[in-house]
Structures are given as C-alpha cells and as structure tokens.
C-alpha cells in the first residue's frame, strides 16, 4: 500500500471513531432525559444542589464585625491603577541614529574650544526639539541626554525642565524617564548657589536664539521659570502622590532627591558610599555605558539654599505625615523601595516639635508607641520581627539615631533589654544593637548597656561580634563616661586578670586571641584582626584612666614588636591613633617617637609605614623634626626611588634643609606659631599644607585628624 492509501486508511479509522462516539452520544442523551424528567417529579432537593441559607435564622446573623481587627489597618486599594508610566510611542529611528552618533562626542569631549562645544549642543538641542518627552522614555536616549545634560547651559537645563511640568507624575514613574528627572534635579541642585547670588540668566546663544521660530516662541522663551519654581513645582506634584511614589521602584530614588535638595544636605557624600541616592546595580550600569556621575563638589557639601524650600519641605512632611495611613506607614518600614525613603523623612523631621507627637509619622511607624507606651504584645511582636528583617532593621537603626531620651529609653527597656544575648548574635538584630548601644544618650543609659552586655564581652570578641564591643567603646568616648567598667569587661573577656596579663592587652586585642592561647602562639604568626585594631583605637581616644592601660600594655612591649607593627595595614594604624590622639600627652608621644629614631627612613619606604613617619612628623618639636630630616637625607638616593620615599622627603622639606637650614627652621618656627595660635579654636584638627619647601609642588597628604577607617584604606596598603 502507498503512502496516500495509508493516509486514507488512518483518515477513515479516525472518522469511524467519531462516528461511535457519536452514536453512543445520542443513545446516552435519551437516558439524560428520562433522569431529568424523573427529578423534575420529585420534590427532593438534588444532593449536589446549592442552597443558600436565609437571610435571618434566629439568632445566627450572617453578616458579623470582625472584632480582633484594628481600625485604621483595612488594606489600600492598589493605586498603580492610577497612575501608569508615560508613554509616547517609539521614537523616530532617523533621530535615535543621530543621537548615538553624537554619543562618542559626549564620551569623549573633544572639542577644539568651548565655543565648538556649545555648538555643538545647541545643534543637539535644535535636532531634538518636539521630541524631548518621547526621548526621555527610550532606554538609550533616555541615557545619552543625561550625558547631554552635563554640558548643557543652565537656560538649556531650565528649559528642558520646564518642558516635564504637566507630565511630571507620568515621567517620576517610568523606568527610564526616572532617571532623567533625577539628573535634571541634581543639575538644579549645583545651579542653585549661583541662581541664589543673581548669577545665573537666560544665558542662550545666538545660535539658540536663531532656533526660535517666532515672536510667541520668543515670549514663552524669556518666561522660562528659574530653578528656584521648578524645584517648588516639582514639590507640589509629587506631595499629592507622595505614599504611592514611596512605593515605586522607579520614583523612589527621586523623592530622597528632592528631600536632599530642599534641605540643603549633602547628596552625594563620598565618604559615605551608604548614602548615594542611585543602586548599585544602576550605578554599575552607568559605569560600564561610560555615564560618569556628578561628581560635583556642590553635592558633596551642605548648601545654602532659598527660603522657600524650608517652607515647601516643612509643609510636605506635615502634610505627608498627617495623610499616610497607619497601615502605609508600617508597610513602608519593612519595604526595599519605600523604608530608605520614610528613614531620610524622619532624619528631617527630627529637629522639628512635632516630630514626637502621638499620631506623627513616628508614633505610626512604631504601632503607637508615643501615644501608649504601655507594653503591648501585639507591637512586641511587630518590632521583634522587625530586628531580624533586612530592611526592618535599618529602619530601627534610623529610629535610634533619632529618637530623643526619653523614647530612645522607652524603645531599649521594651525591645532590647533582658534580650541581649539573643540579638547581639542573630546576623542581623546585632547591627541594630549596635546602633543602639553608639547612640546611648546619657551616661546613665550607657552604665544599664555595659552592665547587661559586659559579661558577654568574651563571646562578643571570639565569635564574630566585636563590633558590639566597639560600639560601646564609642558611646563611651563620645559620652566620657563608663570606661572603667568596659576596661574591666575587656579584661575579663581576655582571661586577662593579673597584672602580668594585663601587660598583653594591647597584644591581646590586635590579634584578638585570649591570653592562655596567646602565651602558648607563635607570636609571629598571629595575624592582625581588623575589628581588634578598631577597638584599641577607640580606647586610645577616651581619657587618661581609659586609654591608660593600652599605653602601659604599649611600653611593655619589645621595641622591635611594634617597630613590625608599623609596617601592617592594622598594626600601622594603632600607631597612628596614639599620635592623633588628644588624650595623649606630649610627653607619652614624645616617648613613643623616639623609640622608632633611627628606622624613619627605613619606614618611609613602606607604604604602610610612611603613614607613621608622616603622623609621628605632624606631633613633634623642630629639634625632633630635624634629626627625621637628617635620618631621611642619610638615604636620600633610596628615597628618590621610592615612590613613599619621594613623598616624605617632600613633606619634610628635605631639599630646603639640605640647601638653606636656618631659613627651613625659621619657616617650622614660624608654621608652631601658627599651630599654637588657632589651637583654641581648630585643636589638633589644624593641618597645615605648607610642610613643603617652595616649588617643590603638592605631595598627596593624609590628614590623620580625619583620616578613613581602617576598612577603607586596607586595601590602599596591601
């Protein structure tokens, strides 16, 4: 048989089932119907037969309240219903072409002139105009006008700013678009100072002129708002959305913007990397499409800014404050996007009478515990869950930074007192309570921390939580009080309780090793723990009965010890720490100078250890100062190789001693009279640049006063 007769044969035997199954359909219809015509007769009901109950059976209702439900907590209605990103279509191939075109020139900068490069723009400018909305919405372009933005005139920035007005809302919440706004919100920021001083105009080009079509276009042109009204305006928009932007993902980043902003704070700190307004992943993703940052100097400072955005920012927290619900406000404490948002909120509003009140954001945040501070198990439970939540736990960590005595009281005696021992070893409550214990805010709350959590010193410093204990030793600096009972704790931790151990303790804490394991270790092969060289750092700064036993534990080393400690990224900063103290006497530092005379220019070869030289140089008289110089010309031709070497011989002055001495010690005479006479006011902090001999040119310097942690400089000096 071919194939088309198989083909027919397995067509037929389908159709001939088909047939059966109908057939034996029709049969079983006339036996439904007989089924149904007997039921039909009955007056039975059918068991599978729904009926519903009546609406009043004596005493059971079928509506009842539901009693163990709390007012004010009904769920929102979902408002991304309201509210849908800005959409205007795809964006003209032709023109999307000609804007990654211009992309390299962006990147690049290479232009001839500053004049090229304003042309340059308005060109760009002229090219896109009618379409700057649509733009903003595609994910390219979107990128390359933040580039744009950066070179931009301030009457081009205004103008394109003023073009988002009426399609604010719809451009805050798109993916792309978002992120526009947020640079033109930045630029804003930089432009303020000198829209505040009367320097800034309607600074267009002819060629931007000549882009103008007609008169009315002229008059709209010269009519643009400044920064001051479209910051304000922006304000007004997002207040009445304000609870549903704090929930998305793409606006959220502008709200802390916008707060920043009006408040004059520092939006870009670079000292900080927690408090940069963009992600991670974004900022990767701008890095690696060569989308620089602003790394304006504006943003990195606390600004002046108008009058009129402490108003607008007072009555938008009021306002915002008085409208969210409890429920919002609860929801946002646990969320990604919306707790760093209410965090910024109530760091703001922390100077402010109302920001305690019962029924203020706070009192919402925390389930009432302003208006009743009565323990309640419902709101134990809600904190509790909060300690151990990622997010939840910054925002506890926001509220005790904030919070005055007497709640900060309120929320330790209920939430984190007789528990201690639990939270300071979960893996993420124990940051909380380290907050907590830096942000003690009387001696008296300090002693009730010390006394609950110094038995426990022991377990905190050899089972990963050492930061407890430095958070303490913090508190206690700050405070001046409690450091007898924290020296006591630490001994006691150590297994450090005769004179004779005690001698270890700065040996002890570097390494973090208790003295029975410590006496039987190879001491050349203990390595610095990096927590333990925070810690003595901090007790270095308390006052003399505090930091006494570090320096005693100090002189009772062999010279040579510490000599090795001055080349380890840890060991080198305790050093430092015992010159930039201010509890230290000249006269302690003096003796801990000289015992590294002879080894400054061996030092001043290693990376680490030239921090020691510079450090040990800043604290010393002109005669000590002059031997360093002395010791370091010994070496001079190493020292020229050297790329620490160079530097030191540059911060010393070494060329100028070698070729004028008096006038090199004329000069340190007179930078001590100087050093001497602003040492009321500036203290230790005063650094003076001119440690250099005339020409010489600018050394990189490190100013030990406010100098990084060790974390941020470890990996400089591996």
Not at 202 to 209: K, R
Not at 623 to 640: D, G, R
Not at 666 to 695: C, Q, S, T, W
């Amino acid at each position: 048989m071919g194939v088309e007769g198989k083909r027919k044969t397995r067509r037929g035997k389908r159709g001939g089932e088909a047939k059966r199954k109908e057939n034996d359909g029709t049969n079983g219809s006339k036996e439904s119907a007989q089924e149904q015509a007997k039921y039909a007769t009955t007056t039975e009901p059918i068991a599978s037969e729904y009926i519903p109950p009546p609406m009043d059976s004596g005493d059971q209702k079928l509506f009842f309240y539901d009693t163990n439900a709390q007012p004010g907590e009904e769920e929102p209605q979902d408002p991304t219903e309201k509210i849908s990103p800005a959409s205007y279509g795809l964006v003209n191939p032709d023109l999307q072409k000609y804007l990654k075109g211009c992309e390299g020139m962006l990147d690049d900068q290479a232009f001839e002139s500053a004049e090229d490069r304003d042309i340059f723009v308005t060109n760009v400018y002229s090219e896109m105009k009618n379409f700057e909305l649509q733009l903003t919405t595609d994910h390219e372009c979107s990128r390359i006008l933040e580039k744009l933005f950066r070179i931009s005139s301030n009457y081009q920035i205004r103008r394109f700013f003023s073009l988002t007005k009426d399609d604010i809302i719809l451009l805050v919440v798109h993916r792309f678009s978002s992120h526009t706004i947020q640079t033109l919100l930045l630029l804003s920021a930089v432009a303020l100072g000198s829209e505040m001083r009367g320097e800034t105009a309607d600074d267009f080009t002819e060629a931007a002129a000549a882009d103008e079509d007609d008169g009315a276009s002229q008059a709209i042109r010269t009519k643009l708002p400044t920064f001051e009204e479209l910051v304000l305006g922006l304000t007004n928009a997002l207040t009445e959305q304000w609870s549903y932007m704090m929930s998305n993902e793409y606006a959220s980043h502008i709200l802390r913007v916008l707060l920043l902003v009006l408040a004059g704070k520092p939006i870009e700190d670079q000292k900080n990397p927690k408090s940069a307004v963009k992600s991670k992943r974004s900022a990767k993703y701008m890095e690696d499409r060569n989308g620089a940052p602003i790394n304006h100097r504006v943003l990195s400072e606390t600004r002046t800014v108008p009058a009129s955005f402490g108003q607008a920012l007072e009555g938008l927290l009021s306002t915002v404050g008085n409208a969210m619900s409890d429920y919002t406000a609860r929801s946002a404490t646990n969320s990604t996007v919306g707790s760093p948002v209410l965090q910024l909120m109530l760091e703001l509003q922390a100077q402010k009478p109302s920001f305690e009140q019962p029924g203020a954001l706070l009192d919402k945040c925390l389930m009432g515990l302003i208006t009743d501070s009565a323990p309640n198990p419902r709101r134990n439970a809600y904190v509790e869950m909060m300690l151990e939540d990622v997010v939840g736990s910054h925002f506890l960590q926001a509220v005790a930074r904030t919070a005055s005595t007497s709640l900060f009281q309120v929320f330790y005696q209920q939430f984190l007192s007789g528990k201690l021992r639990k939270l300071a070893f979960h893996p993420i409550a124990n940051f909380v309570v380290q907050s907590v214990f830096s942000c003690a805010k009387d001696k008296h709350q300090l002693e009730a921390m010390v006394k609950e959590a110094g038995p426990m010193f022991g377990d905190l410093l050899f089972k990963n939580r050492p930061g407890v204990v430095r958070a303490l030793v913090d508190s206690s600096v700050r405070l001046q009080a409690g450091h007898k009972e924290i020296i006591g704790a630490i001994y006691s931790g150590l297994d450090a309780n005769t004179p004779e151990e005690r001698n270890e303790l700065i040996n002890l804490l570097a390494f973090l090793i208790k003295y029975p394991d410590f006496v039987n270790a190879d001491y050349n092969s203990l390595p610095f723990k990096i927590q333990g060289s925070l810690i003595i750092q901090s007790i270095l700064l308390l006052p003399g009965d505090g930091q006494g036993p570090i320096l005693e534990s100090f002189f009772a080393q062999d010279p040579a010890r510490m000599y090795s400690w001055c080349k380890d990224p840890s060991g080198s900063r305790i050093i430092e720490a015992v010159f930039a103290s201010m509890q230290i006497p000249t006269r302690t530092k003096r003796m801990v100078r000289e015992q590294f005379s002879g080894h400054y220019a061996d030092l001043a070869l290693d990376r680490c250890g030239s921090h020691v030289v510079d450090a040990a140089w800043k604290t010393a008289d002109i005669a000590f100062k002059e031997s360093i110089v002395q010791e370091l010309l010994q070496k001079e031709t190493q020292l020229q190789d050297s790329q620490f070497g160079r530097i030191m011989l540059r911060n010393c002055g070494a060329e100028h001693y070698k070729r004028r001495a008096d006038q090199w010690r004329e000069r340190e005479r007179g930078l001590e009279r100087k050093k001497h006479m602003f040492k009321d006011i500036l203290g230790d902090k005063l650094v003076l640049n001119d440690n250099k001999a005339p020409g010489s040119g600018s050394a990189p310097e490190k100013s030990q006063a406010n100098a990084p942690s060790l974390s941020s400089r470890k990996n400089k000096r591996k």
